[in-house]
């Protein structure tokens, strides 16, 4: 099962910043919190992820909690392309003995609006 | 990153036949794994390949309804046999990147059986 809990959905005004919570209460101290989203049935793409700093690249910013137990995904300048299905997850990484697998929750449904 | 290929993209399908979706990609990776996504719902992993060993499946999904192979480091194959309706998804192959950090995913191939 998915250790994450997000919203079903949020809109957003084209421009504005998208601030998009996820919740993780039972995050472990070896795990990371991965953001990918999904555009119209395409294949999951790979935002950003982080442990316990925040986190920032070209194409969002990752603020995660002092306890760790929730995160924000922030894309500063929301554009209609960026209308998808968000991923928060929780995962292993590093693992010198294998990859650990992706477990997806339901995601949230980001609808920027003109 | 990692390019990944998939073929077929897209296809339709009698029932009681069967499919082979081919994953390629750009590099040699270590973990590929497969994804079904069921329509209006979140992806659900169907396996692990490791390269030179049997694919680990996942609760719900057993080896004669999804056998797959993995003959090198840059490719791999699932099957979907003796297809119902039920099986109409989009199958998706998955790759961990060199660092171990980040899993990048195809395009993903829509299957409809009618």
């Known amino acids: 099962d998915a250790k994450t809990t997000q919203p079903t959905s949020m809109d957003c005004a084209e421009g504005r910043a998208a601030n998009l919570p996820c919740n993780h209460s039972?995050?472990?101290?070896?795990?990371?919190v991965y953001w990918y989203r999904q555009i119209h049935s395409q294949g999951p793409q790979y935002i950003i992820h982080?442990?316990?700093n925040n986190e920032t690249n070209e194409m969002a910013s990752l603020i995660i909690t002092e306890d760790r137990k929730s995160s924000t995904l922030i894309l500063p300048h929301a554009t209609l392309r960026d209308t998808a299905v968000y991923y928060c997850i929780v995962r292993v990484a590093m693992v010198p003995e294998g990859a650990q697998k992706l477990v997806f929750g339901q995601g949230t449904r980001l609808t920027i609006n003109p | 990153s990692a390019v990944i290929s998939q073929k077929p993209s897209r296809d339709i399908c009698q029932r009681g036949t069967s499919l082979t979706i081919q994953c390629q990609v750009d590099s040699q990776v270590t973990m590929m794994f497969w994804y079904r996504q069921q329509p209006g719902q979140s992806l659900t992993l169907i396996a692990t390949?490791?390269?030179?060993?049997?694919?680990?499946?996942e609760s719900g999904f057993v080896i004669d309804k999804f056998p797959i192979s993995r003959p090198n480091l840059t490719f791999s194959t699932l099957t979907v046999s003796n297809m119902s309706p039920e099986d109409s998804s989009i199958y998706l192959c998955?790759?961990?990147?060199?660092?171990?950090?980040?899993?990048?995913f195809g395009e993903g191939s829509w299957l409809t059986v009618v």
């Open positions: 998955s790759v961990e990147g060199h660092s171990g950090n980040t899993i990048y």
């Open positions: 039972t995050i472990s101290g070896n795990e990371y």
């Open positions: 390949a490791n390269q030179g060993s049997e694919a680990t499946y």
């Open positions: 982080g442990l316990k």
